[in-house]
């Protein structure tokens, strides 16, 4: 498996404030890999870092072979690294379809307008509810269904690389299987993620290895199992869910 992504020592400010010290981590293609942490560790951070919406002030960040550290959001997207934000983001007066061709405006722009439909079927068979709803408003869909399309949307751009942003927040436990299951499955057909997460049980049991982050730093990496049986993760994040799993 070769390497997909790499940070070296990145950090970041708002302000004075330093959000990443010096955070090394990195993803191998064909990997889902685990980034948990309290709140405010600095994990959203650090996929902004990656996606191109904040810059970080020192370190390196290279994405199939390519140093894309303080490049516009535009051109990461365009080498194929997506990130799917958190909160949803999705247009709620558009339907499920406008939403989905939204995150395939790059192809629709070279011309593959005739492609893109045909994707959205492809992609929905992933998402049966969604499928169901192709015309429907957007924000008339369940949380645990916009985040399904959030994560549709951003497959649209035939993605090397999602970055997911706590996509099981907010959602009843019922749901969170469910979008594990998809991350799962989107694994299988090829596509490396790295996955912020809270929810740390439910992460470690779809993701191929962890890192956990406090305050700015990753303190700890390992297999997912490993992590698991860490007796720290357990007293730290796992608490009392993870009689659940
Ligand atoms: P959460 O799970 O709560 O989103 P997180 O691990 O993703 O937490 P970050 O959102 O990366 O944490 O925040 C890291 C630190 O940076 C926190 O101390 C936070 O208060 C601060 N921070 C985040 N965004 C901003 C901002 N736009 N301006 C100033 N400080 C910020």
Do not use: C, W
């Not at 981590?25 to 919406?53: C, D, R």
């Not at 907010?170 to 912020?196: C, F, H, K, Q, Y």
């Amino acid at each position: 498996m070769g390497l997909l992504l790499q940070l070296r020592s990145v950090s970041a400010y708002y302000g004075h404030l330093q959000a990443l010290k010096a955070v090394s981590l990195h993803v191998n293609e064909g990997e889902v890999v685990a980034l948990l942490g309290a709140n405010g560790a600095g994990k959203t951070t650090t996929l902004n870092a990656i996606s191109g919406l904040i810059r970080p002030r020192r370190g390196e960040i290279v994405f199939d072979g390519v140093e894309i550290h303080g490049r516009p959001v535009e051109e990461i997207v365009g080498k194929g690294l997506v990130q799917v934000p958190e909160g949803r983001q999705i247009f709620s007066d558009l339907s499920v379809r406008e939403n989905m061709v939204v995150g395939a405006y790059r192809r629709y722009r070279r011309g593959e307008g005739r492609e893109v439909a045909g994707d959205i079927e492809k992609r929905v068979e992933l998402f049966p509810a969604l499928g169901e709803r192709l015309n429907q408003a957007a924000g008339t869909l369940s949380g645990g269904e916009q985040q399904m399309l959030a994560i549709a949307r951003g497959l649209m751009s035939r993605p090397k690389m999602l970055l997911l942003d706590e996509p099981s927040l907010g959602l009843a436990p019922g749901l969170v299987s469910e979008v594990m299951r998809v991350i799962g499955e989107l694994r299988d057909r090829g596509t490396t993620i790295l996955l912020v997460e809270q929810n740390a049980p439910a992460s470690l049991r779809v993701a191929d290895r962890g890192y956990v982050m406090e305050t700015g730093r990753t303190v700890l990496e390992g297999t997912s199992e490993e992590l698991l049986r860490d007796r720290e993760v357990r007293r730290a994040y796992l608490g009392k869910d993870f009689e659940e799993i």
